[in-house]
């Protein structure tokens, strides 16, 4: 589904939806990420905006990156926990997590069930970038951070 | 929450979230509705795009209505029924429902649990119209429309 107009009832089952295809989570291999998958429920050219649901599988993680765009987020499946800046928060089921611009962040999923989100973003939208070397050493120096990248809390 | 920029994490308790106000469905009282509530999720101003939760009470519905903006639904939980255009569809957690532009549009809950929806809408919209007495005269001429709006099927 791009910009062509959807049906207006599209079925869910097992968080598989009718017509929407199953995408790989990214296709810059630039990036770090393990084990998620990425489905575009809508896409409404008239919003500007779109929804996806993103899957990480348990012990995965998307990658680490920040970018001007902003994210919206609704936990639909599942817990984890997230970076966000340099806040580390325990996510559950429908917990709301907003990333502002240019603030670095990242998802994990922690225990045996998969994390799925739901994330609002803009159609129009910059390239995330990724930490330098100089960035990452920076972010271990902090002891809860560093637990949280290395996936060790 | 309306421009303010809103806490990176808002955790969920039972349909309900941290910081976020429970309120009327719409103060517009030409309008029939019944046993609806909304929470504005996300107002993200970048985004132009809000994201709502409705939750329309057992037999209860939101108002029939249609506007020069699209609405993006994901079943949050429950099930019910609703009409887009001239389509009366059952809906079931986790389904998409897409109206579009001028497109009439009702709600209603069925079943002993709530129905409760996401909705993605632009920020700056028209604002609704109502039927008139003889667009609905015109709805009853249609069996399957007519038992919707009648709450009889």
Redesign the interface.
Known sequence: MTSA????????KD?R?EGVALEPYKEDDRALFKSVTRQV??A?P????E?RYFEVAPGGFSSLERHA??H?V???RGHGV?L??R?V?E???????????MTWHQFRATGEAPLGF?C???AARDKPQLPTQEELAEFQQDSRIADFLNGTR
């Open positions: 107009e959807p049906p207006i009832h599209r079925r869910a968080y939806w429920l809508f409404d008239q919003q500007g905006t929804l765009h902003t919206n609704l936990i639909l997230c966000v800046g806040e928060r996510i559950a089921t429908h917990d709301l997590i907003a990333v502002p611009a739901l609002m973003v803009n």
